[in-house]
């Protein structure tokens, strides 16, 4: 198993990717911690991980809390006695709209959770990965924070910054022995792309609509499961070389880290 005896932190675990990745991790010998803001999801992925005879620790709340994080981060090491990877998932989609027609309070949620979350998790699991001697931060970016999208600015901003965030922090711990890597996970079959199809083109604009359609229909949406395989190799040590990559799954597999 890849992961036998690693301690496993997963945010916005309750669903699509994060539920995904905390199950994989798992069936891969890991003990893990999920967080998100909904405990009964989180429990139904704790129940699914104990079936298979896995540990699982769950914490309900939100990664733009500092004490819910540090909470959070306090009750792994105590369960688990130290923590070795962080997968920074949870995300929200954020006001899709025009600029001019989004307000702040949604905006800055948005930026709360993808990227300050992101950030306060990073911050609060380094001491203990420092003093395990290494560990492993994957973050979930996103095509659009390299493209322009229409009415999607505040989501593209706040992966934007992920991208940016582990680049800076990959080179910040390298002498720590800590690697910080992206997935780009491109558009998948999960509950957020429901929710986006739902809101119809008179929210999203006729073209914007008919192309995430288009995905569903074409069978053009990535399945979570493959996303996970490759979370798992860049949690353990055969990604040990990679340090600051933002990639897709493709673009992994053309260095080797293949699913």
């Known amino acids: 198993m890849k992961l036998e005896n690693k301690s496993v932190i997963v945010t916005g675990a309750g669903r699509g990717l994060g539920c995904a990745m905390a199950l994989t991790m798992s069936r891969e010998g890991a003990g893990v911690t999920v967080m ?5 999801e989180l429990e139904a992925v704790a129940g699914r ?3 298979r005879g896995g540990t699982c620790l769950v914490s309900q709340g939100d990664v733009s809390s500092r004490d819910d994080v540090t909470r959070t981060v306090k009750q792994a090491v105590e369960r688990f006695f130290k923590v070795d990877v ?3 998932n949870a995300a929200v989609i954020g006001p899709i709209r025009f600029l001019e027609d989004a307000n702040l309070k949604g905006w800055q949620k948005t930026i709360d959770i993808n990227l300050n979350g992101a950030f306060l ?3 609060a699991v380094l001491p203990f990965m420092i003093q ?5 931060i994957i973050n979930i970016s996103s095509g659009l924070g390299q493209m322009p999208f229409p009415r999607f600015c505040a989501y593209s901003v706040s992966k934007a910054g992920i ?3 582990t680049r800076s922090l990959s080179e910040e711990l390298r002498p720590l022995n800590i690697q910080v890597n992206a997935i780009d996970p ?3 079959d999960t509950g957020m792309q429901e929710q986006i199809r739902s809101l119809g083109p008179a929210v999203l604009g006729a073209s914007v609509y008919e192309r995430f359609m288009e995905f569903k229909n074409k069978d053009g949406l990535k ?3 493959e996303v996970a395989s490759l979370a798992v190799i860049l949690a353990s040590p055969e990604a040990d070389p990679l340090n600051g990559y933002n990639g897709t799954l493709s673009e992994y597999a053309s260095l080797g880290y293949g699913t």
């Open 223 to 225: 399945d979570p499961d």
């Open 49 to 51: 991980i104990r079936e």
């Open 186 to 188: 491109g558009v998948m």
């Open 86 to 88: 962080l997968v920074n």
């Open 36 to 40: 998100s803001r909904s405990l009964n």
């Open 132 to 136: 395990n001697g290494g560990g492993k």
């Open 121 to 123: 998790c990073a911050r």
């Open 163 to 165: 991208i940016q965030l």
